[in-house]
């Protein structure tokens, strides 16, 4: 695991994030956003790097700040061939500790995998409580709206 970075991403890296999400995207567990939109919210976004094949992203998740409390972590994704050896734990740890700094209160994360964001104390809310920004944004434009199996959880930081 020593040779796994977290890196804040770069415009260079919105190719190679979106080739990273595209099969996730497809499935329909992950939200396409163009080009565009990923490029406008940047700053985000972090990346993890295998350091022995720099070329490729083999992660990435975005903290999308929703107000002055609120921010989301979307477009969440670790290459299949990296799983479950710590590689989405690392970027969850990161995006926290930015949340923190930043002076948040709290993250939501929508997800069909709520085992793994309850290890880092997020706790399952009902969907009423997630914000009206949110659903008008982004839930209105996914395959599974209205019918969304996915659960919501927060954590308070
Ligand atoms: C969810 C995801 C990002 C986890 O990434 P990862 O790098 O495999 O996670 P980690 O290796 O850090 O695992 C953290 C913990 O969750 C557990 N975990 C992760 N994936 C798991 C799985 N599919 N089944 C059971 N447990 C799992 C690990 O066992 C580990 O627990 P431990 O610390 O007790 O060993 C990854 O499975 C993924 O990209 N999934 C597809 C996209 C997705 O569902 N994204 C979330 C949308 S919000």
Not at 5 to 20: E, H, T, Y
Not at 53 to 58: G, K, Q, S, Y
Not at 78 to 103: C, F, H, P, T, W
């Amino acid at each position: 695991m020593n040779n796994i970075k977290i890196v804040r991403a770069n415009l260079s890296d919105v190719p190679k994030i979106q080739k990273l999400l595209k099969n996730e995207i497809e499935k329909g567990v992950i939200l396409y956003r163009s080009d565009d939109e990923i490029a406008m919210n940047i700053r985000s976004y972090l990346i993890a790097k295998d350091e022995n094949n720099c070329d490729e992203i083999i992660g990435c998740v975005a903290l999308h700040i929703y107000s002055m409390g609120l921010a989301e972590f979307r477009s969440m994704m670790v290459n299949q061939k990296y799983r479950m050896q710590g590689v989405g734990s690392l970027l969850i740890a990161k995006g926290i500790e930015d949340a923190k700094n930043l002076g948040l209160k709290e993250i939501l994360v929508l997800t069909y995998k709520s085992y793994f964001f309850s290890k880092f104390g997020f706790r399952e809310i009902p969907k009423i409580e997630i914000p009206d920004n949110k659903i008008w944004a982004d839930c209105i434009k996914c395959s599974q709206f209205p019918v969304c199996e996915e659960v919501a959880l927060i954590k308070k930081i």
